[in-house]
């Protein structure tokens, strides 16, 4: 693992890609990246299972239902996967594997921003909730962790698994750079955002779903749809600040659905988390700027291949 300064390092002309877009972008790099390709796939490959899934109700977490759901679910990272062997040179394939698997990208500072932000955020949307009327949790799913500590690990591989891994597999490892060569950081993490949150929408549907008992078109569902628009920008903040790491967007995506398993939030304090990460990006994008939303110009991409 590497400190914090070698993060800082500027990168040599040869092994860089910009990312303040065109046209200082990459040639190369802005041809294969597509983002707009990879929409129509995924949101027509996960669509394609989703609709007949929701029209049948077919309980998602039950045979067969189960099975269109988690088809629908493999939309994203298959997306990214086929249009990287379909447009991507050799180099670009090696690339984004490393961002994948590369611990070192990311500095013991930024370790601790991916893993301690969202639950902290939550934290203090569950204090001001409880200021705001709403009764004290049971905390239930952090006492059967405390009664039952082995079971911990694998329900957070799982959590893994099935979410973040395959999401952020295409969301900020494929798409995020294409639409960063086209605009600028804040921009690009909006239009994000806006996809990914629209993504979502078949499972405010789905009957035994999460976003099914926030129901649609509700206060909920428009604090959902807002707050993974505005957390997008968080994202992209951390991942041009760590090498472009998907592995980083892969563990915050973690912390944000592990920490909101562990601290529920009451009918009032369930709005303070996206209100509380919309001021985190206001400092963000006043201290680094909404041109990169990095100290850096550049980001590091593969070598000199």
């Given amino acids: 693992m590497t400190n914090d300064s070698a993060d800082d390092e500027p990168a040599s002309e040869t092994s860089t890609i ?18 707009w390709q990879f929409f129509a796939i995924a949101f027509g490959v996960s669509y394609l299972f989703w609709i007949p899934l929701v029209v049948l109700e077919y309980d998602p ?12 679910g493999l939309g994203v990272p298959g997306a990214a996967i086929f249009l990287l062997f379909w447009d991507a040179e050799g180099k670009h394939r090696r690339d984004y594997w490393r961002r994948l698997v590369d611990v070192r990208r990311i500095g013991l500072r930024w370790y601790a921003v991916i893993l301690l932000l969202v639950p902290v955020l939550n934290g203090l949307a569950l204090l001001l909730g409880v200021l705001a009327g709403d009764a004290v949790p049971a905390f239930e799913r952090a006492a059967e962790f405390a009664a039952d500590p082995v079971s911990l690990l694998p329900y957070a591989v799982f959590m893994v698994i099935f979410g973040p891994l395959p999401e952020e597999l295409g969301w900020r490892g494929y798409a995020l750079d294409g639409l960063q060569a086209r605009w600028n950081a804040l921009w690009a993490s909006l239009i994000l ?15 035994g779903t ?3 008992e926030l129901g649609v078109l509700t206060l909920p569902f428009w604090e959902f749809m807002f707050g993974a628009t505005v957390v997008s920008v968080l994202y992209t903040w951390i991942y041009n600040n760590t090498g472009r790491s998907i592995l980083g967007a892969v563990l915050f995506h973690f912390s944000g659905n592990f920490s909101g398993e562990l601290v529920p939030h009451g009918p009032v ?13 206001v400092v963000v994008v006043s201290v680094y700027g909404p041109k990169t939303l990095s100290r850096r110009a550049r980001v590091q991409s593969s070598g000199t291949e």
Avoid: C, K, T
Wanted: charged content about 10%; aromatic content about 22%.
């Fill in 18 to 35: 910009s990312l303040v877009a065109s046209p200082d972008v990459d040639p190369e790099f802005f041809e294969y990246s597509n983002p």
């Fill in 61 to 72: 977490f039950a045979l067969p239902g189960v099975i269109l759901f988690a088809a629908g």
């Fill in 193 to 207: 955002g806006f996809f990914w949150a629209v993504w979502h929408v078949p499972m405010f549907v789905m009957v």
């Fill in 210 to 212: 999460y976003q099914a």
């Fill in 269 to 281: 304090g369930r709005f303070f988390p996206a209100v509380l990460a919309l001021l985190v990006v």
